[in-house]
Each structure stands twice: as C-alpha cells, then as structure tokens.
C-alpha cells in the first residue's frame, strides 16, 4: 500500500505544479496581451475597461484553479486511486504489466 500511496503523491504533486504553471502562463500572456495591445485602445475608458475586464478573468480562473486544486487535495486518494487501478489495469490489458 505504500506503494499505491507513493504514486498517488507523486501524481497529485504534478497535477498541482502543472496547474500553477498554467496559473502563471494565464497571467502572463494576460500581462503581454495587454501591454502589446495598449496603444490600440482608443480612449483611457476603453483602456480602463480592458484592463478591469482583464483582471477580472484572471482572477475567475485563478481562483477556480485553488478550488480545483482544494477538491484534488481533499479527494485525492479516490480521485487518483482510480485512476491509477485503471492504469494499471490497461497497461496489463497491453501485456506491459
């Protein structure tokens, strides 16, 4: 079993640092998109707009990141139990186990 406990860490340990990578891509491509597109905005209101919309979806997504990862950490030995019974299951199927 401490095997199985092994895995399930390790898989939950790279869904949670792949999310956070995406977390930081988000807000950086965020960040480009609005410095790269600054000088198109027509007015300081459309601008103002733009950048409170902007923030707005970074921080929808952001915080629906930390819930996700709250659920994963909550759930995580049924989440990635199963997911690792089936794994192994297919890999046997294969002939690879």
Known sequence: ?????????????????????FVIAL??????????????????LARGLLLFAGAVALTFNTAAIMA???HYREDRDFMYGLDIKFLDEA???RGKG
């Open 27 to 44: 807000w950086l491509a965020m960040g480009f998109v609005a410095w790269a597109t600054w000088p198109l905005a027509p007015s300081p």
């Open 68 to 70: 996700m990862l709250r």
């Open 1 to 21: 079993m401490a095997d199985l406990s092994q895995r399930i860490a390790a898989m939950h340990q790279r869904d949670t640092a792949v999310a956070w990578a």
């Open 91 to 93: 890999r046997a199927a």
